[in-house]
Protein backbone atom coordinates (compact mmCIF):
# COMPACT_ATOMS: atom_id res chain seq x y z
CA UNK A 1 0.00 0.00 0.00
CA UNK A 2 1.54 3.51 -0.98
CA UNK A 3 0.47 6.57 -1.40
CA UNK A 4 -1.35 9.09 -4.25
CA UNK A 5 1.38 11.70 -4.82
CA UNK A 6 1.18 15.35 -6.54
CA UNK A 7 3.75 17.16 -7.80
CA UNK A 8 2.69 20.87 -8.68
CA UNK A 9 5.15 23.01 -11.11
CA UNK A 10 6.39 19.66 -12.60
CA UNK A 11 7.62 21.04 -15.55
CA UNK A 12 10.20 23.47 -13.71
CA UNK A 13 13.74 22.61 -12.62
CA UNK A 14 12.53 21.59 -8.95
CA UNK A 15 9.88 20.23 -10.06
CA UNK A 16 11.59 17.77 -12.53
CA UNK A 17 13.39 17.04 -9.75
CA UNK A 18 11.12 15.48 -7.34
CA UNK A 19 9.99 13.45 -9.90
CA UNK A 20 13.16 12.42 -10.59
CA UNK A 21 14.14 11.66 -7.17
CA UNK A 22 10.59 9.79 -6.23
CA UNK A 23 11.72 7.38 -8.59
CA UNK A 24 15.34 7.28 -7.34
CA UNK A 25 14.48 7.00 -3.95
CA UNK A 26 11.11 4.41 -4.84
CA UNK A 27 8.99 6.35 -2.57
CA UNK A 28 6.12 3.77 -2.34
CA UNK A 29 3.46 5.82 -4.95
CA UNK A 30 0.54 4.13 -5.92
CA UNK A 31 -0.46 6.45 -8.04
CA UNK A 32 1.35 10.00 -9.03
CA UNK A 33 0.07 13.69 -10.77
CA UNK A 34 2.19 15.62 -12.64
CA UNK A 35 0.44 19.30 -12.57
CA UNK A 36 1.35 22.39 -14.43
CA UNK A 37 -0.15 25.40 -15.74
CA UNK A 38 -2.22 26.24 -18.16
CA UNK A 39 0.84 26.89 -20.47
CA UNK A 40 2.43 23.89 -20.36
CA UNK A 41 -0.47 21.77 -20.25
CA UNK A 42 -0.34 18.19 -21.76
CA UNK A 43 3.78 18.82 -21.26
CA UNK A 44 5.16 15.01 -20.93
CA UNK A 45 7.53 14.47 -17.89
CA UNK A 46 9.65 11.31 -16.56
CA UNK A 47 8.76 9.86 -13.45
CA UNK A 48 11.48 6.79 -13.66
CA UNK A 49 10.92 4.72 -16.66
CA UNK A 50 7.31 6.07 -17.00
CA UNK A 51 6.61 9.50 -18.68
CA UNK A 52 3.26 11.20 -17.69
CA UNK A 53 1.47 13.89 -19.00
CA UNK A 54 1.15 17.05 -17.10
CA UNK A 55 -2.34 18.21 -15.88
CA UNK A 56 -4.20 21.40 -15.24
CA UNK A 57 -3.18 22.85 -11.47
CA UNK A 58 -5.65 25.34 -11.97
CA UNK A 59 -8.86 22.72 -12.32
CA UNK A 60 -7.03 19.78 -10.08
CA UNK A 61 -9.26 17.97 -7.70
CA UNK A 62 -6.93 17.16 -4.66
CA UNK A 63 -9.62 15.37 -2.59
CA UNK A 64 -8.22 11.39 -2.18
CA UNK A 65 -4.46 12.71 -3.19
CA UNK A 66 -2.19 12.22 0.26
CA UNK A 67 1.13 14.53 -0.61
CA UNK A 68 1.37 17.12 -2.89
CA UNK A 69 4.78 18.54 -3.09
CA UNK A 70 4.71 22.21 -4.12
CA UNK A 71 7.30 23.51 -6.63
CA UNK A 72 5.22 26.72 -8.65
CA UNK A 73 6.45 30.06 -6.40
CA UNK A 74 4.37 31.79 -3.86
CA UNK A 75 2.06 33.07 -6.30
CA UNK A 76 0.48 30.10 -6.93
CA UNK A 77 1.35 28.30 -4.00
CA UNK A 78 -1.25 31.34 -2.33
CA UNK A 79 -4.09 30.21 -4.09
CA UNK A 80 -3.69 26.24 -4.88
CA UNK A 81 -1.89 25.22 -2.10
CA UNK A 82 -4.64 26.08 0.91
CA UNK A 83 -7.24 24.14 -1.68
CA UNK A 84 -5.28 21.13 -1.65
CA UNK A 85 -4.57 21.43 2.72
CA UNK A 86 -8.18 21.73 2.70
CA UNK A 87 -9.32 19.21 0.57
CA UNK A 88 -7.13 16.47 2.93
CA UNK A 89 -3.91 16.33 0.91
CA UNK A 90 -0.85 17.18 3.24
CA UNK A 91 1.34 20.25 1.52
CA UNK A 92 5.10 20.38 0.95
CA UNK A 93 5.91 23.57 -0.26
CA UNK A 94 9.18 24.43 -1.92
CA UNK A 95 8.42 28.71 -1.86
CA UNK A 96 9.14 31.25 0.83
CA UNK A 97 5.86 31.88 1.51
CA UNK A 98 5.02 29.69 4.83
CA UNK A 99 8.46 28.95 6.69
CA UNK A 100 8.46 32.11 8.61
CA UNK A 101 4.80 31.06 9.59
CA UNK A 102 4.80 30.16 13.76
CA UNK A 103 2.35 27.57 12.78
CA UNK A 104 3.71 25.56 9.98
CA UNK A 105 6.89 23.13 10.44
CA UNK A 106 9.91 24.65 8.79
CA UNK A 107 11.89 21.05 8.04
CA UNK A 108 15.28 19.36 6.90
CA UNK A 109 14.99 16.32 8.10
CA UNK A 110 18.55 15.53 9.32
CA UNK A 111 17.89 18.46 11.43
CA UNK A 112 14.85 18.79 13.07
CA UNK A 113 12.65 15.57 12.10
CA UNK A 114 10.47 16.35 15.21
CA UNK A 115 9.03 18.91 13.81
CA UNK A 116 7.11 17.07 11.28
CA UNK A 117 4.24 16.58 13.80
CA UNK A 118 3.69 20.06 14.13
CA UNK A 119 2.14 19.58 10.23
CA UNK A 120 -1.61 18.86 11.09
CA UNK A 121 -2.27 22.57 12.33
CA UNK A 122 -2.97 23.70 8.50
CA UNK A 123 -1.52 20.49 6.58
CA UNK A 124 1.31 22.31 4.77
CA UNK A 125 5.28 22.00 5.83
CA UNK A 126 7.60 24.08 4.36
CA UNK A 127 10.88 23.65 2.54
CA UNK A 128 13.37 25.76 3.40
CA UNK A 129 15.57 27.86 0.86
CA UNK A 130 18.27 26.00 -0.82
CA UNK A 131 20.99 28.02 0.64
CA UNK A 132 19.90 27.19 4.26
CA UNK A 133 19.38 23.47 3.77
CA UNK A 134 22.69 22.58 2.91
CA UNK A 135 24.42 24.85 5.51
CA UNK A 136 21.98 23.71 8.18
CA UNK A 137 22.78 19.77 7.69
CA UNK A 138 26.28 20.65 8.44
CA UNK A 139 26.22 23.17 11.43
CA UNK A 140 23.31 20.97 13.23
CA UNK A 141 25.75 17.91 14.07
CA UNK A 142 29.02 20.61 15.53
CA UNK A 143 26.02 22.88 17.29
CA UNK A 144 24.87 19.62 18.98
CA UNK A 145 28.77 19.03 20.10
CA UNK A 146 29.89 22.91 20.89
CA UNK A 147 26.58 25.22 20.66
CA UNK A 148 26.89 27.35 18.15
CA UNK A 149 27.15 31.38 18.63
CA UNK A 150 27.93 33.38 15.79
CA UNK A 151 27.75 32.46 11.60
CA UNK A 152 28.94 34.32 9.09
CA UNK A 153 28.50 32.71 5.57
CA UNK A 154 29.56 34.02 2.27
CA UNK A 155 27.52 32.19 -0.21
CA UNK A 156 28.54 31.26 -4.39
CA UNK A 157 24.98 30.23 -5.79
CA UNK A 158 24.34 28.62 -9.00
CA UNK A 159 22.30 30.26 -11.76
CA UNK A 160 19.75 27.01 -11.62
CA UNK A 161 18.56 28.41 -8.09
CA UNK A 162 17.00 31.45 -10.36
CA UNK A 163 15.23 28.92 -12.58
CA UNK A 164 15.36 27.47 -16.03
CA UNK A 165 15.88 31.42 -17.44
CA UNK A 166 18.74 31.83 -15.03
CA UNK A 167 20.25 28.89 -17.10
CA UNK A 168 19.73 30.20 -20.01
CA UNK A 169 21.05 33.40 -19.47
CA UNK A 170 23.91 32.31 -18.41
CA UNK A 171 23.97 30.40 -21.65
CA UNK A 172 23.62 32.89 -23.86
CA UNK A 173 25.80 35.25 -22.51
CA UNK A 174 28.80 33.08 -22.31
CA UNK A 175 28.20 31.94 -26.18
CA UNK A 176 27.87 35.89 -27.06
CA UNK A 177 31.03 36.84 -25.46
CA UNK A 178 32.82 34.58 -28.02
CA UNK A 179 29.75 35.56 -30.74
CA UNK A 180 29.00 38.97 -30.19
CA UNK A 181 26.59 39.11 -32.77
CA UNK A 182 24.67 36.24 -30.36
CA UNK A 183 24.60 39.43 -27.45
CA UNK A 184 21.62 39.26 -25.26
CA UNK A 185 21.35 42.17 -22.58
CA UNK A 186 20.91 40.84 -19.12
CA UNK A 187 17.55 40.07 -18.40
CA UNK A 188 16.77 37.46 -15.17
CA UNK A 189 20.38 38.92 -13.97
CA UNK A 190 20.84 42.53 -13.13
CA UNK A 191 24.59 42.65 -14.63
CA UNK A 192 25.78 39.92 -17.13
CA UNK A 193 26.23 36.77 -15.06
CA UNK A 194 28.55 35.00 -17.66
CA UNK A 195 32.42 35.62 -16.81
CA UNK A 196 31.53 37.23 -13.68
CA UNK A 197 29.80 37.55 -9.65
CA UNK A 198 26.76 39.65 -8.56
CA UNK A 199 26.05 40.40 -5.12
CA UNK A 200 22.76 40.41 -5.09
CA UNK A 201 19.81 37.94 -5.13
CA UNK A 202 16.56 38.37 -4.09
CA UNK A 203 15.04 41.66 -3.07
CA UNK A 204 17.22 44.11 -1.11
CA UNK A 205 15.64 45.19 2.16
CA UNK A 206 15.69 48.28 4.20
CA UNK A 207 18.87 47.50 6.55
CA UNK A 208 20.68 46.88 3.50
CA UNK A 209 20.61 43.19 3.40
CA UNK A 210 19.29 41.08 0.65
CA UNK A 211 15.91 38.83 1.12
CA UNK A 212 17.95 35.98 0.11
CA UNK A 213 20.17 36.90 2.93
CA UNK A 214 17.39 37.58 5.30
CA UNK A 215 16.55 34.06 4.45
CA UNK A 216 19.62 31.98 5.69
CA UNK A 217 19.04 34.07 9.11
CA UNK A 218 15.37 33.80 10.14
CA UNK A 219 15.57 30.68 8.57
CA UNK A 220 18.67 29.13 10.29
CA UNK A 221 16.85 30.22 13.59
CA UNK A 222 13.86 28.32 13.03
CA UNK A 223 15.41 24.85 12.17
CA UNK A 224 18.34 25.19 14.82
CA UNK A 225 18.10 27.61 17.57
CA UNK A 226 16.83 30.91 17.75
CA UNK A 227 19.87 32.04 19.84
CA UNK A 228 22.24 31.21 16.90
CA UNK A 229 23.56 34.58 15.28
CA UNK A 230 23.57 34.68 11.41
CA UNK A 231 25.22 36.98 8.87
CA UNK A 232 25.22 36.23 5.38
CA UNK A 233 26.27 37.68 1.82
CA UNK A 234 24.92 36.04 -1.22
CA UNK A 235 26.52 35.44 -4.30
CA UNK A 236 25.33 34.54 -7.85
CA UNK A 237 27.95 33.05 -9.93
CA UNK A 238 28.69 32.03 -13.20
CA UNK A 239 27.87 27.98 -12.30
CA UNK A 240 25.06 25.75 -13.82
CA UNK A 241 24.31 23.35 -10.56
CA UNK A 242 25.72 23.25 -7.18
CA UNK A 243 25.58 26.05 -4.86
CA UNK A 244 28.76 26.24 -2.32
CA UNK A 245 29.04 28.47 0.52
CA UNK A 246 31.97 29.51 2.60
CA UNK A 247 31.28 29.31 6.47
CA UNK A 248 32.61 30.71 9.63
CA UNK A 249 31.59 29.28 12.85
CA UNK A 250 31.79 30.81 16.48
CA UNK A 251 31.13 28.37 19.11
CA UNK A 252 30.34 28.67 22.87
CA UNK A 253 33.21 26.39 23.59
CA UNK A 254 36.38 25.19 21.59
CA UNK A 255 35.99 22.46 19.11
CA UNK A 256 38.81 21.00 17.50
CA UNK A 257 39.20 20.97 13.78
CA UNK A 258 39.76 16.98 13.64
CA UNK A 259 36.97 16.32 16.64
CA UNK A 260 34.65 18.28 14.15
CA UNK A 261 35.81 16.55 10.62
CA UNK A 262 35.15 13.00 12.41
CA UNK A 263 31.92 14.43 14.05
CA UNK A 264 30.62 15.78 10.13
CA UNK A 265 32.00 12.10 8.71
CA UNK A 266 29.49 10.28 10.79
CA UNK A 267 26.60 13.14 10.34
CA UNK A 268 23.53 12.16 8.99
CA UNK A 269 23.46 13.34 5.00
CA UNK A 270 27.29 14.66 5.02
CA UNK A 271 30.09 13.98 3.07
CA UNK A 272 33.65 15.23 4.21
CA UNK A 273 36.30 15.75 1.28
CA UNK A 274 39.16 17.70 3.19
CA UNK A 275 42.90 17.05 2.28
CA UNK A 276 45.20 19.48 2.47
CA UNK A 277 46.08 18.45 -1.24
CA UNK A 278 45.58 19.60 -4.72
CA UNK A 279 41.81 18.82 -5.39
CA UNK A 280 41.69 17.59 -1.47
CA UNK A 281 38.06 19.57 -1.72
CA UNK A 282 35.10 19.78 -3.14
CA UNK A 283 33.48 22.10 -6.17
CA UNK A 284 29.99 22.52 -7.35
CA UNK A 285 30.73 20.20 -10.76
CA UNK A 286 31.47 17.17 -8.46
CA UNK A 287 28.11 17.46 -6.56
CA UNK A 288 25.50 17.83 -9.15
CA UNK A 289 23.30 14.60 -8.93
CA UNK A 290 24.39 13.48 -5.51
CA UNK A 291 22.33 13.76 -2.45
CA UNK A 292 24.90 14.54 -0.13
CA UNK A 293 26.19 17.94 1.09
CA UNK A 294 30.27 18.00 1.14
CA UNK A 295 32.09 19.50 3.31
CA UNK A 296 35.97 20.66 3.04
CA UNK A 297 38.46 22.83 3.68
CA UNK A 298 37.57 22.50 7.44
CA UNK A 299 40.50 24.51 9.97
CA UNK A 300 40.62 26.14 12.48
CA UNK A 301 39.94 29.98 12.75
CA UNK A 302 42.78 31.20 14.89
CA UNK A 303 41.39 35.05 14.68
CA UNK A 304 38.91 33.67 17.90
CA UNK A 305 39.00 31.61 20.46
CA UNK A 306 36.32 29.04 19.52
CA UNK A 307 36.18 29.51 15.47
CA UNK A 308 35.80 26.91 12.57
CA UNK A 309 36.27 27.56 9.13
CA UNK A 310 34.58 25.33 6.15
CA UNK A 311 33.64 25.17 3.01
CA UNK A 312 29.94 23.38 2.43
CA UNK A 313 28.53 22.15 -1.04
CA UNK A 314 25.74 20.89 -2.65
CA UNK A 315 23.37 20.38 -5.20
CA UNK A 316 20.87 23.27 -5.24
CA UNK A 317 17.54 21.47 -6.84
CA UNK A 318 18.45 18.12 -4.86
CA UNK A 319 19.75 18.67 -0.91
CA UNK A 320 18.79 22.35 -1.67
CA UNK A 321 14.69 21.67 -2.54
CA UNK A 322 13.72 18.36 -4.60
CA UNK A 323 15.58 15.87 -2.21
CA UNK A 324 15.00 17.58 0.73
CA UNK A 325 10.79 18.17 0.02
CA UNK A 326 11.36 14.24 -0.95
CA UNK A 327 12.94 13.36 2.54
CA UNK A 328 10.38 14.96 4.16
CA UNK A 329 7.70 13.22 2.44
CA UNK A 330 9.88 10.23 3.73
CA UNK A 331 9.22 11.71 7.41
CA UNK A 332 5.56 12.23 6.88
CA UNK A 333 5.15 7.98 5.69
CA UNK A 334 7.45 7.05 8.24
CA UNK A 335 6.06 8.92 11.27
CA UNK A 336 2.65 10.15 10.33
CA UNK A 337 0.60 8.87 7.69
CA UNK A 338 1.41 5.11 8.25
CA UNK A 339 0.19 3.04 4.93
CA UNK A 340 0.16 -0.80 4.75
C1 LIG B 1 18.25 31.24 -5.57
N1 LIG B 1 17.81 30.48 -3.31
O1 LIG B 1 19.29 30.58 -5.51
C2 LIG B 1 17.24 31.17 -4.44
C3 LIG B 1 15.96 30.53 -4.88
N2 LIG B 1 16.15 29.19 -5.29
O2 LIG B 1 17.94 31.97 -6.52
Redesign the pocket.
Known amino acids: MGYRVVVAGATGNVGREMLNILAERQFPVDEIAALASRKSLGTEVSFGDKTIKTKDLDTFDFTGWDIALFAVGSGPTKEYAPKAAKAGCVVIDNSSLYRYDPDIPLIVPEVNPEAVMGYAKKNIIANP ?3 TAQMVVALKPLHDRAKIKRVVVSTY ?1 SVS ?2 GKDGMDELWDQTKAVYNPTDDKPAKKFTKQIAFNVIPH ?2 VFMEDGQTK ?1 EWKMVVETKKIIDPSIKVTATCVRVPVFVG ?1 SEAVNVEFEEFLDEDEAREILREAPGCMVIDKRENGGYVTPIECVGDFATFISRIRQDSTIDNGLNMWIVSD ?1 LRK ?2 ALNAVQIAELLGNRVLKKG
Open positions: NCSQGAIDEHNGA
